[in-house]
């Protein structure tokens, strides 16, 4: 299965991090998105492509040196939308494959559980139940039991979108389609999450539920401590 990293962002709000955050120090010393990548290539990951940005050349050396046979585009607008990003990669997206954010880690069991998904046939959007959203979390909007929006602007919500998309590539070609329709009406400033939405619009959205399972993200300081701790009492 193939795996499209976005790794180009700034991290502004990480005070510690004077580079990608995704190469921030977690556990013993490992680097996040070091443990990111290994879990991946052992849950049958076999094509994954790392788009960097932000202090590309540390990206690139850190790759170079730890995960050579992983792909690395580089998106020049990394300031701007994040489906800038993922369009860097848009060669490689004629096929199945999974959205993942960087800056989000997920046990093995759950990548597992996403990558066991690569014989629907429909875009799915992965969410969970077991925590608190707060005002900054994207929240998944369900009318009729079905997908209708993700947004962290939304006033009620059951779900929370923990950060990946698959899909299939019976899929892909409207999914690009919609990321250009996208990227014309909403401007380069858009992230991929609009594009799941206006797809939605006129297509079946799957949703899968990893609750019951950890994962962290480090968008912030008190991320980056909980990923800490979630990730020294279970990564030895």
């Known amino acids: 299965m193939k795996a499209i990293v ?3 962002g700034m991290g502004t709000r990480l005070k510690e991090v004077q580079g990608p955050k995704s190469l921030v120090t977690v556990g013993q010393n490992q680097i996040y998105l070091g443990l990111q990548l290994q879990a991946m290539q052992s849950c049958g990951f076999d094509s994954i492509v ?3 940005g932000y202090d590309f050349e540390s990206l690139q050396s850190y790759l170079q040196t730890n995960f050579p046979q992983i792909t690395l585009l580089r998106n020049k607008d990394y300031q701007k939308g994040n ?3 993922l369009l860097t990669a848009e060669a490689f997206l004629k096929d ?3 959205v993942f954010n960087a800056d989000h880690f997920y046990s093995s069991r759950t990548y597992q559980l996403m990558n066991d998904q690569n014989q629907q046939n429909q875009l799915c959007v992965f969410f969970d139940q077991d925590r608190p959203l707060a005002d900054d979390d994207m929240k998944i ?4 039991d079905e997908f209708s929006k993700m947004s962290k602007a939304l006033p009620s919500h059951l779900r929370g979108y923990v950060g990946v998309t698959y899909v299939p590539e019976n899929c892909s070609l409207e999914y690009l389609k919609t990321c250009a329709s996208v990227l014309r009406e909403k401007g380069d400033a858009v992230h991929v999450e609009e594009v799941v939405n206006q797809y939605a619009k006129h297509n079946v959205v799957q949703m899968i539920d990893i609750s019951g399972s950890w994962w962290t993200e480090i968008d912030t300081d008190d991320d980056l ?3 800490r701790s979630i990730i020294s009492k279970n990564i030895s």
């Not at 909007?141 to 009729?144: I, K, Q």
């Open 6 to 8: 976005m790794a180009a």
């Open 50 to 52: 790392v788009v960097g």
């Open 83 to 85: 489906l800038l990003s």
């Open 96 to 98: 199945g494959f999974f």
């Open 141 to 144: 909007e369900v009318l009729r």
């Open 225 to 227: 401590a909980k990923a």
